[in-house]
């Protein structure tokens, strides 16, 4: 039979072996993508009226995961144009769900605003928007890549009544940047830590 000494000496071991394993780590990680594709706009309220070029950048930062397999929720903030006679600036909120361990499904909603060639002054709407693609958790550093599809339905709130349905594919900045990296290290040359080797191969 367990005397109170030893009960209590065993709670203390079990609580000591707890607490000095420390709370599991979710650290925020970033991600931040081109978006190029169409969208159908239209003006008071009419949809898809004209089919327009879409071009943006988009990111954002979620906060608690520690894997794959588990869910997670930031803020998103995006800068885009439509055929280049406008600009809209928005922001909001994103949440992960993770559908797939390598292919989560990310949902947003938010607000922005609209500056167009055709006056009127800034016009603030609502946006709502989900992606699909790869997008894996990184172990090793707070920025996760993330490649896939876009769509978005942007609802103006301004007399304009300007609607806008959004289909894009999202590419990762740094995926973008890697054949400038290539090229960058291609005009530099070897490393000083490769040249005694290749000094060594010829030498054979």
């Known amino acids: 039979m367990l005397t109170a000494r030893r009960t209590a000496a065993l709670i203390t071991?079990?609580?000591?072996?707890?607490?000095?394993?420390?709370?599991?780590?979710?650290?925020?990680?970033?991600?931040?993508?081109?978006?190029?594709?169409?969208?159908?706009?239209?003006?008071?309220?009419?949809?898809?009226?004209?089919t327009l070029f879409h071009a943006g950048v988009r990111g954002d930062v979620l906060f608690g995961r520690e894997g794959?397999?588990?869910?997670?929720?930031?803020?998103?903030?995006?800068?885009?144009?439509?055929?280049?006679?406008?600009?809209?600036?928005?922001?909001?909120?994103?949440?992960?769900?993770?559908?797939?361990?390598?292919?989560?499904?990310v949902v947003s909603a938010g607000l922005y605003g609209r500056w167009s060639e055709d006056g009127g002054g800034l016009e603030p709407g609502v946006a709502a928007a989900v992606f699909w693609g790869l997008r894996s958790h990184n172990f090793h550093s707070s920025y996760g890549m993330s490649n896939g599809l876009l769509a978005q339905m942007?609802?103006?709130?301004?007399?304009?009544?300007?609607?806008?349905?959004?289909?894009?594919?999202q590419l990762d900045v740094a995926v973008l940047g890697l054949p400038f990296v290539l090229l960058v290290n291609a005009l530099q040359g070897p490393s000083p830590e490769a040249t005694p080797l290749r000094r060594a191969d010829r030498a054979r």
């Open 13 to 50: 071991a079990f609580l000591g072996t707890f607490l000095a394993q420390g709370p599991a780590r979710a650290e925020p990680q970033a991600s931040a993508g081109l978006t190029l594709g169409v969208a159908g706009t239209g003006t008071e309220r009419h949809f898809w009226d004209t």
């Open 68 to 105: 794959n397999d588990d869910f997670g929720v930031g803020p998103y903030a995006e800068v885009l144009t439509h055929a280049f006679d406008e600009i809209q600036l928005g922001a909001g909120v994103s949440a992960l769900a993770p559908v797939f361990d390598l292919f989560p499904l």
């Open 154 to 169: 942007r609802l103006g709130l301004g007399a304009s009544g300007e609607t806008a349905v959004v289909l894009a594919a």
